[in-house]
């Protein structure tokens, strides 16, 4: 059982360039988010996909797009990086139900480096 | 406005002391709570929930958290504490019967170095 798993681990872009982050779950959740984590600003969320098809903004989505391709992938696009991107970015997925939720389940993280 | 607080960025503790990580939070109503660790280079790993029921959960790795309604707190605490537990603690709230665009709340972390 995988869980959540994001690929690249490591990245480095150069100012301007565009990439993709994937994001893959096999725990059949139907929600999905991407954190960024920068020293002393624990996690911020860029977006979130409560099911798919649906996505939404988050604290910090500005230079962000996503795309929920379908139950179990979620992408991160930075479509012109800058420095101000370069972070640790997490994929989480969990179960939102009308009677429970599941916690959150992350998945390694994406070392960016933006330079 | 909902918030989760963490007052220590930064605790040092002796290999085999006792540990207690502080979370209060500030939430309309009694929420799910949750504490997560980060080792380095990893992402976050569920510790312990509480959703209901007795105020005393216990977890993973010998951790246990109690639930105090009047304090709005759920502080984390280890009996002796071992130098792998040396990580980033994160105290987490969330609603129940959410809607689907309601968000987990974190709080801002608690490092723990933990001294041979």
């Known amino acids: 059982n995988a869980g959540v798993t994001q690929t690249p681990k490591f990245q480095v872009l150069k100012t301007g360039q565009s990439m993709t982050l994937q994001c893959a779950q096999d725990?059949?959740?139907?929600?999905m988010y991407w954190y960024r984590q920068d020293p002393g600003m624990g996690l911020r969320l860029i977006y979130y996909s409560a099911s798919e098809g649906t996505t939404d903004k988050g604290e910090v989505p500005n230079g962000y797009n996503v795309s929920r391709l379908n139950k179990r992938e979620f992408s991160l696009r930075l479509e012109s990086a800058a420095p101000s991107q370069t972070s640790v970015y997490f994929c989480a997925s969990f179960f939102h139900g009308s009677s429970y939720n599941s916690p959150l389940h992350f998945g390694n993280g994406t070392r960016l480096t933006v330079t | 406005a909902q918030s989760v607080t963490q007052p220590d960025i930064h605790i040092t503790v002796s290999e085999g002391a006792s540990l207690e990580l502080r979370c209060n939070y500030s939430?309309?109503?009694?929420?799910?709570l949750f504490w997560y660790v980060q080792s380095p280079g990893q992402g976050l790993q569920l510790l312990l929930k509480y959703f209901s029921g007795d105020t005393l959960v216990q977890g993973i790795k010998g951790f246990e958290a109690e639930f105090k309604r009047s304090q709005s707190s759920f502080n984390l605490r280890k009996p002796s504490v071992h130098w792998s537990d040396a990580a980033e603690y994160f105290c987490?709230?969330?609603?129940?019967?959410?809607?689907?665009?309601?968000?987990?709340?974190f709080g801002p972390g608690t490092s723990l170095s933990v001294i041979p």
């Open positions: 939430y309309g109503a009694t929420p799910y």
């Open positions: 725990m059949n959740h139907n929600s």
């Open positions: 987490a709230v969330d609603r129940p019967l959410k809607t689907s665009y309601d968000k987990v709340i």
